[in-house]
Nanobody, 123 residues
Framework: QVQLVEPGGWSVQAGGSLRLPCAAP????????LGWFRQAPGKAREFVAA????????YYADSVKGRFTVSRDNANNTGYLQMFSLKPEDTAVYYC????????????????WGQGTQVTVSL
């Protein structure tokens, strides 16, 4: 069992930046891929970014490519989603997830989930 902890909600103005952490306290999650998803009100949960267990491969949704960067610090059991040039349409609850079941993009295959953190981007 891997517990993922996402502190915050966060509020930022359009054009600003945020770095979301995802911690697995007391557990080693270095053997798992890590994914980030988001869900806006009335919409399905969507893939944002993912990183392989080693950090050697990263994947991004087209909507965030070039603006978001996914990374991980396996020594400290923490993953990160760095977000730049935020837009109001990035407003959503953001979730980190681990153990991707062989497909980085499908939320239904991830085994472990954080509780989610609200990100609000205002004009």
């Amino acid at each position: 069992q891997v517990q993922l902890v996402e502190p915050g909600g966060w509020s930022v103005q359009a054009g600003g930046s945020l770095r979301l952490p995802c911690a697995a306290p007391g557990r080693t999650f270095s053997s798992y891929a890590l994914g980030w998803f988001r869900q806006a009100p009335g919409k399905a949960r969507e893939f944002v970014a993912a990183i392989s267990w080693s950090g050697g491969r990263t994947y991004y949704a087209d909507s965030v490519k070039g603006r978001f960067t996914v990374s991980r610090d396996n020594a400290n059991n923490t993953g990160y989603l760095q977000m730049f040039s935020l837009k109001p349409e990035d407003t959503a609850v953001y979730y980190c997830a681990a153990d991707h079941g062989g497909n980085y993009y499908r939320p239904d295959l991830y085994k472990y989930w954080g509780q989610g953190t609200q990100v609000t981007v205002s004009l």
